[in-house]
């Protein structure tokens, strides 16, 4: 067994690299450099609009209320749900490794990922809208798989391109929902809570052993108790998730930066020195010189990538498929939530991480070097650099919950993921198809609280990238379409010209809505 894992790391590990190292990266900031210039940098010229129609409606009843549409959700529960997903072990654990891996210059290319992939997520978020269809349930489903269909596909000779492109979309987001959706983060929370709180009564009892990890009474306790929380939510559906992801996502976000701003604040002297690292590092002296040194350079900037977009999602077109569902009518109302979501994300949450573990001192800001074990136990330690008393290491009890809670939402968002690509993937038997799919998907949770190997966390991180790839094609094919939804947006709603709305690809639908934006005057 242990030959064939070794055999299957060996493989993946080659297709990783093609796919994150050799394409991956220079397709994902290519695309971000793309959409960004096109849409002549959208995030910047109209940052004030695009901040006060998210975070600055917060308490505007047409956003947050619930829809008496059971088919859809509120634009803050979209939001919520796609929080969920993204904010998760790659804010804690994957910032760390990048750091860990690439040195504090990773942070910078994390920025510079997010930077650009808020106009890549805000494309996507369009577009899902605006080629999103009914399904047999008269929910609202959408995502890469529909506008490589019906957008790629819609061009001449280009029909069978972009359904295939669609299929291996979906069937690649199935698998990562199984990987890094669930089992990938089940094992982080398995492992950071029988650490942190453990129980020797239960710790102690082997149930078996694989190399030098062992599987204990403890973790398969923990595995069982996620099942049966992660079934409750997920077999109730989409409403039920949503309604889980906008009570806790907020609270989470809310109490991880404040722990962080309390370690950072206590650390002060070590802001400007972190940020000299992180600006320094990005471009070292001896990556210039190409050779050996260029690989460490090239480990920098595909770590920093990489982990960037692990966490945010910009340029998976995961996220897309649960903005799909939100009520809005408006294309570009939507994409405006996903600017803000890259940006909650990676410039305020990942930077939280990041500048903890800089400013603590648990990192040699020269070297990269640290003492630590993993990348959870770095950040563990940045927090107990503070709060720490005598042998009661708090900070250590603070991350294993905040990956509990960051990890299981994350579980409940993929979940949703999974089954909208089963569900295109079925066709007409997408309604027993989600349901086996959901059921199996709960099992599963309980193989991630028993895994000892790596691989399936590895896999998975393959899988996102063969998500990436189709998707970000779909995405430079449909530019223009998203040039004219987001200045048919600007005209309208920012310059005041009286002009017919753009929003969807069905003659049908789109009568609906425009009718309802006029009776309504929805802004």
Not at 179 to 187: R, S, T, W, Y
Not at 294 to 305: E, H, L, N, R, S
Not at 369 to 385: H, I, R
Request: proline letters at 2%; glycine letters at 10%.
């Amino acid at each position: 067994m242990e030959q064939f894992l070794e055999r299957l790391t060996d493989v993946n590990n080659v297709i990783n690299d093609f796919v994150w190292v050799k394409i991956g990266i220079i397709l994902l900031i290519g695309t971000g450099i793309l959409m960004t210039v096109l849409t002549k940098f959208f995030q910047l010229t109209h940052c004030k609009h695009w901040w006060e129609k998210t975070i600055g409606n917060l308490f505007d009843v047409k956003v947050i209320s619930h829809t008496k549409d059971r088919a859809s959700i509120s634009q803050f529960q979209a939001l919520c749900t796609a929080l969920a997903a993204t904010v998760g072990v790659g804010n804690i654990a994957g910032v760390s490794a990048a750091i860990m891996t690439g040195g504090p210059g990773a942070v910078f290319w994390m920025w510079v990922a997010a930077f650009f992939g808020m106009m890549t997520n805000y494309s996507e978020n369009i577009l899902g809208i605006y080629f999103r269809r009914k399904n047999h349930e008269g929910e609202w489903s959408g995502g890469a798989m529909y506008y490589l269909q019906d957008g790629l596909g819609g061009y001449s000779g280009m029909k069978k391109v972009g359904k295939v492109l669609a299929v291996i979309f979906a069937i690649c987001a199935t698998l990562a929902s199984f990987g890094i959706g669930n089992m990938g983060q089940v094992n982080k929370i398995v492992i950071n809570l029988t650490s942190a709180f453990d129980i020797k009564a239960l710790s102690g009892k082997v149930l078996y052993s694989s190399g030098d990890s062992s599987v204990t009474l403890y973790m398969l306790i923990v595995g069982v108790i996620l099942m049966v929380l992660v079934g409750f939510v997920v077999l109730g559906g989409l409403q039920r998730i949503a309604a889980v992801a906008e009570k806790v996502v907020p609270f989470m976000v809310i109490l991880f930066v404040v722990g962080s701003l309390i370690i950072i604040a206590a650390n002060f002297k070590g802001i400007l020195p972190a940020f000299k690292a992180i600006f320094t590092m990005a471009f070292t002296r001896q990556a210039a010189w190409g050779g050996a040194t260029g690989v460490a350079f090239k480990t920098i900037i595909t770590q920093g990538c990489k982990r960037g977009v692990f966490s945010n999602e910009a340029g998976l077109g995961s996220s897309v498929m649960v903005h799909s569902n939100s009520n809005v009518k408006e294309p570009v109302k939507q994409g405006l939530w996903g600017i803000f979501e890259v940006f909650a994300d990676t410039m305020i949450v990942c930077s939280m991480t990041a500048l903890t573990i800089l400013t603590s001192g648990v990192i040699d800001l020269k070297t990269g070097a640290t003492d630590a074990a993993s990348d959870a136990t770095l950040v563990a330690e940045a927090f107990n650099t503070l709060f720490k008393y005598g042998n009661f290491e708090l900070g250590k009890y603070f991350i294993a919950i905040a990956i509990l809670v960051f990890a299981f939402t994350t579980i409940l968002g993929w979940s949703h993921y999974g089954s909208k690509a089963v569900e295109y993937l079925a066709g007409d038997k997408a309604p027993v198809a989600t349901k086996i799919y959901k059921a199996l998907f709960v099992l599963m949770i309980l193989s991630g609280a028993l895994m000892t190997s790596s691989i399936a966390w590895d896999i998975s991180d393959t899988f996102n990238g063969m998500m990436m790839i189709p998707n970000l094609i779909g995405v430079i094919a449909m530019c223009p379409v998203v040039m004219k939804l987001t200045s048919n947006y600007v005209s309208r709603r920012i310059k005041g010209e009286k002009i017919e709305p753009m929003l969807s690809y069905d003659p049908k639908i789109q009568k609906e809505n425009a009718e309802v934006i006029a009776e309504t005057g929805e802004d």
